[in-house]
């Protein structure tokens, strides 16, 4: 009986002890199974400093963390919170999010997540869950399947940081009673394939719209620093009880009206006034250079369109790198694009702008234009205009310019404009409505020299003359040299002036014209009064009965001036061997005891020293007579011989083809035209 009832206990005994390390093994040796089923996690809600696990089976770690503070600041060195392995997940627990707070409401929680590793392979991925806390009858629990989330980010793999702005508003009565929330787990997935993803992430929650400065981490309140005390740097006045930002000029709004997301209600927007007699003190353009625009933020800019105007172009154009109120010399990478509305701040939305380029930065251009006049465009009217930049994921810097002309681009600058008409009398030589098309001629060994002044185009053409028998036998090169100038093209503008050719057999007149998206050469001016050289092939450029050359200037609305030659430079066999001159078609002439192609054979001039210059494929023509019929005499006798019975094995000339050695006469085939 005594034996039965220890073997009773041992047996029971040994049953808890293994029901303990079933329960560890299924919670990943992080908590317990409960009588439901489900694991209850170590710590699940650390406090700063503390270390838990969360998850289904506790295999998530969490660490505790502050509000509006970095939350790897603390544990990256001591319990390596912000270094992961694909597919890890790492969570902060955050205690003191009370989703009501009379004394002191929250409306916005703003998220910074930035890759801190420089393996473009590593991709971290942001998730948020609101909790109820430790006492909650309803339990939030962060999965590994990456499901059941408020919120996620997960757009770092193209960029390297994630600002994420949460508005309390945003979350209504739903399946969740966020009523009763008491704080929040921000979590971060590895989901690239690099060996480790290292991170660094920072919240900031307040009553006022909130941001961060993507390049360092500040926090923003209304789009100020945080508690900064620099008036220059604050755009708010104050952030009223209910959450809004009361925006001081220029970032407050300019009218009444304005869409949502402009930035208005975070004072992100900022408004530049053109005043109208601005334009006329400035001939007519007002040129707004390093200007800087934040990513996916608006920078507007206000003008009048006035009865007596007939054409406005506003063009922005990015900035290479930024010097005034830039990046101190850091290349600026991201993309901007350009909109214009009548009487309020235009959007990107449809039905939110009157005018936009045709173009823009899904195609990654760098200038952006848009040109409007009374007669051909319906969206044109007088009043107040607003022209929009937007930036994309980066920062970024660039110029605006804005023009106004009383005829079609001021008649390109080679014509007279009619200010009643609004119409050009064009330039001999020039043509179309804005005088911008050039018929002109563009002759070998000739240099063309056009000034900066009043020279507005887009395109300026010129036809190249035809191919000379020089190059037609390769002897002479075709070498194009250009270079620009210009007041208005600053070395932080991101485009330049171009040469683009393009060939073609069809008549000068019917030819088709090179353009920025079709040409078969391009010659990039990259550098103001500095000569570039383009090199075309002999045997493409006579392929072609006809070659057309543009002078493409991406930023028509400001004048360049510019330089072209084509040279035609010859190329003398042996450089005449010294004994010669190289014609312009590259014909060797020789001197008058020399002859051959290359002027490489003395002729004896029979006492006469007197030397005169003659072509190589003509000099010495009793000499090279007498030579020719001794030769051509010698290969028929072997002719014959070799048809007959073939040629003595001393002879150089064999039977085999492969070895055959025609000599002197094959020489002076080559070299002579014989």
């Known amino acids: 009986m005594r034996s039965n009832t220890i073997c009773i206990i041992l047996c029971a005994l040994l049953a808890h002890l293994t029901s303990g390390f079933l329960d560890d093994k299924e919670c990943n040796s992080h908590g317990r199974i409960e009588d439901t089923g489900h694991c209850n996690c170590q710590n699940p809600f650390p406090d700063p400093g503390d270390k838990g696990w969360v998850g289904i089976n506790c295999t998530i770690p969490v660490f505790g963390a502050k509000i509006n503070e970095s939350a790897t600041s603390w544990c990256s060195h001591t319990a390596d919170c912000n270094s992961l392995a694909p597919g890890e997940w790492a969570c902060f627990n955050y205690n003191s999010i009370s989703w009501d707070r009379p004394d002191n409401p929250w409306y916005y929680l703003t998220i910074f997540l930035q890759r801190t590793d420089e393996d473009d392979r590593s991709d971290p991925d942001l998730f948020g869950l609101f909790h109820d806390g430790p006492n909650a009858t309803t339990s939030y629990i962060p999965s590994s399947s990456g499901t059941g989330y408020d919120f996620q980010d997960t757009s770092i793999g193209s960029h390297t940081t994630i600002v994420k702005k949460v508005s309390k508003l945003e979350f209504g009565p739903q399946a969740k009673d ?68 009361v925006c001081r000029k220029p970032f407050a709004r300019p009218t009444p009206a304005v869409f949502e997301h402009l930035g208005f209600e975070d004072c992100s927007a ?22 800087h625009v934040r990513p ?26 930024g010097e005034k109120g830039g990046s101190g010399g850091v290349n600026n990478a991201g993309f901007i694009d350009l909109y214009l509305n009548a009487g309020q701040p235009p959007g990107f939305q449809a039905q939110q702008f009157d005018l936009r380029p045709g173009w823009n930065r899904a195609t990654q ?40 002309n009383a005829c079609p681009y001021n008649c390109s600058g080679n014509g007279s404009c009619d ?21 002109r001629k563009l002759e070998f060994n000739t240099t063309i020299e056009k000034k900066d002044e009043d020279s507005l185009f887009e395109y300026e053409y010129w036809h190249l003359p035809p191919a000379t028998e020089g190059i037609k036998n390769g002897n002479v090169e075709v070498v194009l040299e250009a270079s620009f100038h210009s007041a208005g093209y600053g070395k932080w503008l991101e485009v330049r002036p171009s040469i683009l050719l393009l060939g073609s057999s069809s008549s000068s007149s019917s030819s088709p014209l090179p353009t920025s998206s079709n040409y078969s050469h391009q010659l990039t001016l990259n550098e103001q009064n500095i000569p570039r050289r383009l090199s075309i092939c002999s045997s493409e450029y006579k392929r072609y009965t006809n070659w057309t050359l543009a002078v493409f200037n991406p930023v028509r609305n400001t004048g360049i001036g510019y330089n072209l030659t084509l040279h035609k430079i010859p190329k003398c066999f042996n450089n005449c061997c010294g004994h010669g001159e190289c014609s312009e078609d590259g014909v060797c002439l020789c001197d008058g005891n020399y002859a051959g192609g290359d002027c490489s054979v003395e002729i004896q001039s029979g006492g006469d020293d007197e030397k005169k210059k003659h072509s190589g494929r003509g000099g010495g023509s009793t000499f090279m007579s007498w030579l020719f019929g001794v030769v051509m005499g010698g290969v028929g006798v072997m002719m014959v011989i070799w048809y007959e019975g073939g040629l003595p094995s001393w002879m150089p000339l064999r039977q085999d083809r492969r070895y055959m050695n025609l000599g002197l006469y094959q020489e002076l085939s080559d070299v002579e035209g014989i």
Not at 209 to 238: A, H, N, V, Y
Not at 296 to 321: C, G, T
Not at 419 to 435: I, P, S
């Open 296 to 321: 996916d933020k608006w920078n507007f800019y206000q003008f009048d369109i006035e009865e007596k105007d007939f054409q406005v172009i506003v063009s922005a154009l990015e900035e290479e790198r």
């Open 365 to 404: 251009d760098s200038s952006l234009e848009v040109a409007f006049d009374s007669k051909s465009t319906s969206a044109f009217r007088q009043g107040t205009w607003f022209a929009g930049i937007v930036g994309d994921h980066r920062a970024s810097n660039y110029t605006i310019t804005f023009t106004k």
């Open 270 to 291: 900022k408004v530049t006034i053109i005043e109208t007699a601005k334009f006329a003190q400035s001939g007519g353009t007002v040129v707004i250079e390093h200007e």
């Open 178 to 245: 966020y009523n009763n929330t008491q704080g929040a787990y921000i979590c971060v997935r590895a989901y690239g394939d690099a060996p480790k993803t290292t991170f660094e992430l920072k919240t900031e929650m307040s009553r006022c719209p909130s941001d961060f400065i993507i390049s360092t981490g500040t926090p923003l309140i209304c789009s100020s620093p945080k508690d900064t005390q620099d008036e220059g740097q604050k755009r708010f006045d104050s952030c009223t009880y209910e959450g809004e930002c």
């Open 419 to 439: 200010q009643q008409t609004h119409m050009c009398t064009c330039q001999k030589g020039y043509g179309g409505v804005d005088c911008s098309t050039s018929t």
